[in-house]
């Protein structure tokens, strides 16, 4: 349906084990942004990540709900990343990955040996143009983390060393072993694209004509929200972090959460097919 429009980059070092030989360089955020190609990507270096933004959320629909791209040029020479998601931009949730491939030998930077079938919810497990699926079903109930509603997604390089100092570990404390060391540029995962297939329908009226009516205040507050709007009906809805629905009802200009835990919170208020969502903080 998309792909993303923003992405901010922090490059990892070349080899994690050589402080001294520099970061990661190839590429720039730019590259991660719009469409596939299998040609143009940024690396992100030992340890590195890549943060990608949307137009519109993602969202937790049929089937796998986005897809990450890599430049992998033969099926056993995988560069592999961890991934995670937010809803909000700051707190964020990694998809539980296996890896089974053998951890006794590593895998030089030049090798193709590794096993995609030994490969799961693992960024970079299939070929350049091929993308690699993720199911936000699977961290459906995750709190602090609405899977309507996924703002950012991250790639973090897998440091694909098997020694213990700077090894990282599958969901069942499994080694990773992939391409390394990769002393080059061109260092660690290469972020081709992040692509949408389930992503939640923009507000056609929200910015110009809803949302020009409409304010919710104060942003931070202890007790009371207040609902300034010249409609004459609208619905109020407010979620939790964990996209838990804890107010519902109609017509109404004053929310009292004294109720409420202290947190963030997501007043919706919808009029028809249009809604406006804003972010509240309960102290």
């Known amino acids: 349906m998309n792909w993303a429009v923003g992405c901010r980059v922090t490059r990892g070092l070349q080899d994690i084990s050589n402080p001294g030989g520099g970061y990661a360089s190839y590429g720039d955020s730019s590259k991660a942004i719009g469409p596939a190609d299998g040609a143009d990507v940024v690396s992100l270096g030992d340890a590195g990540s890549a943060t990608l933004t949307f137009q519109s959320p993602v969202t937790n629909g049929p089937g796998y709900d986005f897809c990450i791209f890599e430049n992998s040029f033969d099926p056993g020479f995988l560069e592999l990343g961890f991934v995670e998601v937010s809803s909000d931009g700051i707190n964020y949730t990694r998809f539980p990955a296996t890896c089974n491939v053998q951890n006794t030998v590593q895998?030089?930077?030049?090798?193709?040996?590794?096993?995609?079938?030994?490969?799961?919810?693992?960024?970079g497990k299939y070929i350049a143009n091929y993308g690699t699926p993720f199911d936000l079903q699977e961290l459906a109930g995750t709190p602090g983390l609405d899977v309507t509603n996924i703002t950012h997604i991250r790639v973090i390089d897998v440091v694909g060393c098997i020694q213990p100092q700077y090894a990282r570990y599958d969901k069942n404390n499994n080694i990773i072993n992939d391409l390394w060391a990769t002393p080059f540029a061109s260092s660690g995962f290469d972020l081709d694209a992040v692509g949408v297939m389930n992503q939640r329908p923009l507000g056609i009226r929200e910015s110009a004509e809803f949302g020009s009516r409409l304010h919710i205040y104060p942003s931070v507050t202890k007790d009371e929200v207040f609902i300034s709007c010249n409609e004459n009906d609208f619905q109020i809805e407010i979620k939790d972090i964990s996209g838990k629905i804890v107010f519902s009802r109609g017509m109404i200009r004053v929310i009292n959460l004294k109720d409420l835990e202290s947190g963030i919170y997501f007043v919706t208020v919808k009029n028809g097919e249009a809604s406006v969502t804003r972010k509240i903080v309960k102290q």
């Open 107 to 123: 895998i030089g930077p030049f090798d193709t040996s590794s096993d995609p079938a030994k490969i799961n919810n693992l960024a």
